[in-house]
Structure formats: C-alpha cells, structure tokens
C-alpha cells in the first residue's frame, strides 16, 4: 500500500526556518513527481512547490519564491520543503503529494494532477 509520510511541522516565530520531510513507502517515489500543498484554516488547499521525478525542474508559487526550496533524495524516498523566513500568512496544514510520470521532466501544481497524498503536518507561524 502507498504511504505518504509528512514529519517536521510545528510551532515557529515569524523569521524562523522549518525543514518539512515527505517519506513515500510502497511505490515507485522514483518515477513520481512530488509537490507541496497547503491549506490555512477557512481557505482552499493551494500549490506550494513542485518537482520533477530527477529533481530537475521545479516550480514555486509566487508567495513563496525565494523563500522555500523543494528539494528530494530519491535514494531515501523522500521529499523536503526548506521553509525559510517564515511568515503569519504560512500557517497551515501542509502536504506532500505525489504522481507517476512515467519518466516525464513535469512539474505539476493543481492538486488534480496527483495521485497519492499524505495526512498533513501542521505549521503555525506566531507574528
């Protein structure tokens, strides 16, 4: 069975950094392009970050360029968002998820496009 495995939320200060971690078990995480998603408290779920199956290619949303960098090691099935200088506004349940891209360089970022997701890890972020 595919698992989705989020670890690395918790309770931070604005300016402060968080490393969130993605463990895939029971799939081909080498074939699958990845993504980050969030979704705060009374809002629709929302593309964070995204990357290729090689790692070559990635995409962010603008809220978040130049701050979070997606990041994967496909010998360790696992997938990071480095979240840098955080802010209020990133508060939220933040997930991984994953496709099979059958070797494709694509990046996806609607939430559509994927097939497995994990459970979510809380980040909040105090002012």
């Known amino acids: 069975q595919v698992q989705l495995v989020e670890s690395g939320g918790g309770l931070v200060q604005a300016g402060d950094s968080l490393r969130l971690s993605c463990v895939v078990s029971?799939?081909?995480?080498?074939?699958?392009?990845m993504g980050w998603f969030r979704q705060a408290p009374g809002k629709q779920r929302e593309s964070v970050a995204a990357?290729?199956?090689?790692?070559?290619?990635?995409w962010y949303a603008d809220s978040v360029k130049g701050r979070f960098t997606i990041a994967r090691d496909n010998a360790k099935n696992t997938v990071y968002l480095q979240m840098n200088d955080l802010k209020p506004q990133d508060t939220a349940v933040y997930y991984c998820?994953?496709?099979?891209?059958?070797?494709?360089?694509?990046?996806?970022?609607?939430?559509?496009?994927?097939?497995?997701w994990g459970q979510g890890t809380q980040v909040t972020v105090s002012s």
């Open positions: 990357i290729s199956w090689s790692g070559d290619s990635t």
């Open positions: 998820a994953g496709r099979n891209t059958y070797y494709s360089e694509s990046v996806y970022s609607d939430e559509i496009e994927y097939d497995y």
């Open positions: 029971g799939g081909t995480f080498s074939n699958w392009a």
